[in-house]
T-cell receptor, first 109, second 114 residues
Framework: KNEVEQSPQNLTAQEGEFITINCSYS?????LHWLQQHPGGGIVSLFM???GKKKHGRLIATINIQEKHSSLHITASHPRDSAVYIC???????????FGTGTRLQVTL | EAGVAQSPRYKIIEKRQSVAFWCNPI?????LYWYQQILGQGPKLLIQ????????DSQLPKDRFSAERLKGVDSTLKIQPAKLEDSAVYLC????????????FGPGTRLTVL
């Protein structure tokens, strides 16, 4: 079992839909990252969370430390949101990032 | 502020050939990471440098992979000889200090081994 699990693996939505991507982890963490990866490989950091909720534009990220769970929400989705969204956790004294396998999002017109 | 630079962006080689990737981190970032991302998987850390010293290379296949950061700034990752299973995107990232928060990623190098 992976230390970081994401769901769903693939998601197709129509423009304007509200989207939720989930991340569950099994280790104690000091922070959780949500990352966006476009075709071609480049990764952009969207959020870093250690508690509560953060919002940036149409993106909202929440984390529940007790339940070891985080969600990434996209409101009013747009085709330009199409990308792979990756959850990564920072854990332990090693300060390593452990990555989920990603959620591939396709937003259609 | 300039981001993390990587080159080349794409590389196609035949198995048993050698290849090298280059990374220039954000100015002032002491920590540099090389990740390997195989299609459909999350990135896997290959090696972490703090300035010009290696912090973690536990997942680096040392029989064929090598990396250096001689002056504590830019870094090269080499594969010699390449195998088919080395086909992946190689990502470089940097951060101000040893901890990963605030890690900035480069655009990656997509390697195809034929």
């Amino acid at each position: 079992k992976n230390e970081v699990e994401q769901s769903p693996q693939n998601l197709t939505a129509q423009e304007g839909e509200f989207i939720t991507i989930n991340c569950s982890y099994s280790v104690g963490i000091s922070a959780l990252h949500w990352l966006q990866q476009h075709p071609g490989g480049g990764i952009v950091s969207l959020f870093m969370l250690s508690s509560g909720k953060k919002k940036h534009g149409r993106l909202i990220a929440t984390i529940n430390i007790q339940e070891k769970h985080s969600s990434l929400h996209i409101t009013a989705s747009h085709p330009r949101d199409s990308a792979v969204y990756i959850c990564a956790v920072l854990s332990g004294t090693a300060s390593k990032l452990t990555f989920g396998t990603g959620t591939r999002l396709q937003v259609t017109l | 502020e300039a981001g993390v630079a990587q080159s080349p962006r794409y590389k196609i080689i035949e198995k048993r050939q050698s290849v090298a990737f280059w990374c220039n981190p954000i100015s002032g970032h002491a920590t540099l990471y090389w990740y390997q991302q195989i299609l459909g998987q999350g990135p896997k850390l290959l090696i972490q440098f703090q300035n010009n010293g290696v912090v973690d290379d536990s997942q680096l296949p040392k029989d064929r992979f090598s990396a250096e950061r001689l002056k504590g700034v830019d870094s090269t990752l080499k594969i010699q000889p390449a195998k088919l299973e080395d086909s992946a995107v190689y990502l470089c990232a940097s951060s101000l200090e040893g901890a990963s928060p605030g890690q900035f990623f480069g655009p990656g190098t997509r390697l195809t081994v034929l």
